[in-house]
């Protein structure tokens, strides 16, 4: 049989390898573009293919291409094609298509129009129609259609190529059997030397080292390819040729003694590995244990090959936990691995950069949609010094002055961190055993990457301190209508800490506020303090910590309003668990303005007035401004409240400006307490809020 037009798919940026692997098979690469290698094969050069390709993701048999500009060109095109050399009344058919084209609202009508081209070309020159078979088809003709081209082609093997059916089972995040080995090519592993992969998860890295060194083909590991069921197939040839892998392997099982290693910190995963080994046929040739990355070592083996797809960190909550991991395992591979090499698969630049090592090679490859950078590098050895070592020292002078404070104070949430170094722009606050951090924004003066690797660097050496998965890193952007109450994150992670009397609920992850305003301890404390037997409002309540506060020092009554049901649900759990009574101490969900606009249900001593700088959610009547509308606000409040009473007024708007002459119009008399209510871990940011008392002067209303 004469050689025919193939073209040959697979993952962008592995093209050549594919090329590679055409010439190797008997035949002829004629050109590729972005994840398609065009080829002229002989039947032998496809069989071959189809047994021993590691980096296509599929092979297909073209019929024909042309010009269309709409789906009745397409039909005519397709109707064109002699489909009845294909088929036999006994074959199924499939079709997909793919691009766009006039006429065509969506790919199932453009695989729609190609089947009923094909089944009324077979119809008329054959007088039969082929079967319809979706699932398990015997012909799976692919159509493509990109400005203005088609291009028709039939599925040889009918199903993905790297898929070798050795994985019963896999991790979370898989990687592909086809981009492993392009990996492992990529690397330029010789088949003899030790490989390691220390994160193996499902161990895809492992199993295809060991089809590679021990010779076995991979297609010996599927289904019978399609294309032998074809009316044109050459089934002894495909047999011969069969036989030949099947005693290869045999051969290279016999004779391999390359180390394979892999593992992983997950007894799952390793357990997942091994079976998949077995499903592979070379479970004698590797070693899946459990052990952690960052703690492993060479023993006797010679210098190789690590090679790994470690996790990316993907959510923000994971950042830190990335950066220490990779800072953590380059430090490793430095003391321990000197004169091996390491081939890494990573999306994420930042963490790469924190194994402090410079890469030989680079390639860019796809991980399903994902983006990532192939690095190669030659591990030199050495001691590694831990990144940011003037942060970390500040941080340990922090701690051993603040963490004392606190304890004398019985507080476990505080801050340990406020941009103390122009270098390293972040706010640490410590709840309990945890840490949540927050950059500030950089000035302008500051390059967006320099200040990047500085946080990164930051995070690193923090990590030093606390357990990096007990870490969350959070980012501050100005929040529009529900965003400030919806979830950032879904770890649903909660924990109390203490402070003073009170236990108060913590959520470090899911929100962008962790459910504790750090600098406004000091009030909540004066709350605690002078409200013995008198009745509290608080609006724009936030999780009520100042109402709980309030509550435990005696108040006899109190009532808390937000528009939130996320807070309002997040104070009644602080209520619980501190023991309030629903009774006299109520929860309500309103706007604030309204609320106060509306019929007085009673009058209070005291009132809790911590509002937002500005709200635009849907939830509230119109828009909150904390400079326009805290006058009109005051003067609504007078009237709730009782001879005598007491306004806490804070605001964290930097440039807020206080009438006091108006304030004294309304019947205030305002007492500036700003910088009493600054706590001491505050101490660096006497801007982080202000606050009066006001004093009601003005009788009844």
């Known amino acids: 049989m004469t050689d025919a037009r193939y073209l040959l798919t697979s993952p962008a940026g592995l093209e050549d390898l594919v090329a590679e692997e055409v010439v190797a098979a008997g035949g002829e690469a004629i050109g590729h573009a972005a994840g398609r290698v065009h080829a002229r094969l002989s039947q032998q050069a496809s069989y071959q293919l189809l047994l021993w390709s590691r980096v296509a993701s599929r092979l297909y048999r073209l019929v024909g291409e042309g010009e269309v500009a709409s789906v009745d060109d397409l039909y005519d095109l397709v109707k064109s094609m002699e489909w009845e050399q294909w088929f036999t009344p006994a074959l199924t058919l499939a079709v997909q298509f793919d691009g766009e084209l006039r006429g065509i609202t969506n790919t199932m009508f453009g695989a729609l129009k190609v089947k009923d081209a094909i089944v009324d070309r077979c119809r008329e020159q054959k007088g039969w129609r082929p079967t319809i078979n979706s699932d398990d088809a015997d012909l799976r003709v692919a159509v493509w259609v990109d400005k203005g081209q088609a291009l028709v082609a039939i599925d040889c093997q009918g199903g993905p190529l790297h898929q070798r059916h050795y994985r019963l089972r896999q991790g979370a995040a898989p990687l592909k059997e086809n981009l492993a080995a392009a990996m492992l090519k990529r690397a330029r592993w010789s088949t003899q030397e030790s490989l390691i992969d220390p994160f193996c998860g499902s161990g895809t890295l492992v199993i295809e080292a060991a089809l590679m060194a021990a010779d076995i083909a991979p297609g010996l590991l599927r289904h019978l390819p399609a294309c032998v069921r074809w009316p044109e197939a050459d089934r002894d040839l495909w047999r011969q040729l069969q036989q030949q892998a099947e005693a290869r392997r045999s051969t290279g099982i016999d004779s391999c003694q390359t180390p394979l290693f892999g593992v992983d910190l997950n007894p799952r995963q390793i357990t997942v590995a091994r079976a998949n080994a077995r499903e592979a046929g070379i479970e004698g040739l590797v070693d899946f244990e459990v052990a952690d990355a ?360 930097t440039r807020f400006r206080f009438d006091e002459a108006a304030i004294s119009q309304l019947g205030f008399r305002a007492e500036d307490v700003s910088a009493m209510s600054i706590p001491p871990d505050f101490a660096r940011n006497q801007r982080i809020h202000r606050c009066w008392l006001l004093h009601w002067q003005g009788g009844s209303q």
């Open 294 to 653: 960052t703690a492993i070592g060479p023993g006797e083996l010679t210098p190789g090959l690590i090679i790994c797809n470690p996790p990316y960190g993907e959510r923000l909550g994971e950042m830190t936990e990335t950066l220490a991991l990779y800072w953590q395992f380059g430090a490793r591979l430095k003391r321990a691995f000197k004169d091996w090499r390491l081939t890494i698969l990573s999306s994420d630049e930042g963490a790469l950069e924190q194994l402090r090592m410079r890469p030989e090679r680079r390639h860019q490859l796809y991980n399903g949609p994902l983006k990532c950078r192939l690095m190669h590098y030659a591990i030199t050895g050495g001691e590694p010094q831990l990144p940011a070592d003037d942060f970390a020292n500040r941080l340990r002078k922090n701690l051993k002055k603040i963490d004392s404070w606190a304890a004398e104070q019985g507080i476990e949430a505080y801050r340990l961190y406020d941009a103390d170094l122009p270098d390293y722009n972040l706010a640490i606050d410590r709840y309990g055993d945890w840490l949540v951090v927050q950059e500030y924004a950089a000035p302008d003066t500051i390059e967006p990457e320099k200040a990047r690797r500085r946080r990164d660097d930051a995070l690193v050496a923090l990590a030093d301190f606390n357990d990096p998965a007990r870490i969350a890193f959070k980012t501050r952007e100005r929040q529009k209508g529900k965003q400030q109450y919806e979830r950032q994150d879904a770890r649903d992670l909660w924990f109390t800490v203490k402070e003073h009397d009170a236990e108060l609920w913590i959520n470090p992850c899911d929100y962008l506020d962790v459910g504790l305003f750090l600098d406004h301890r000091p009030m909540r404390r004066w709350l605690h303090d002078h409200a013995r037997g008198k009745r509290l409002l608080n609006l724009f309540c936030y999780t009520a910590s100042a109402t709980v506060q309030a509550a435990l020092g005696g108040a006899r009554a109190s009532l808390s309003v937000d528009m939130s049901n996320t807070y309002l649900d997040w104070a009644e759990r602080n209520f619980a668990t501190n023991g309030l009574d629903g009774r006299h101490h109520r929860l309500r969900r309103d706007d604030c303005m309204a609320f106060v606009a509306g019929e007085p249900s009673g009058k209070f001593d005291l009132v809790f007035l911590d509002p937002p700088t500005f709200s635009n959610s849907k939830r509230m009547e119109g828009v909150f401004d904390v400079q326009r509308d805290y006058l009109p606000l005051l003067g609504q409040l007078r009237r709730w409240l009782a001879d005598g009473a007491t306004v806490v007024f804070s605001t964290n708007h």
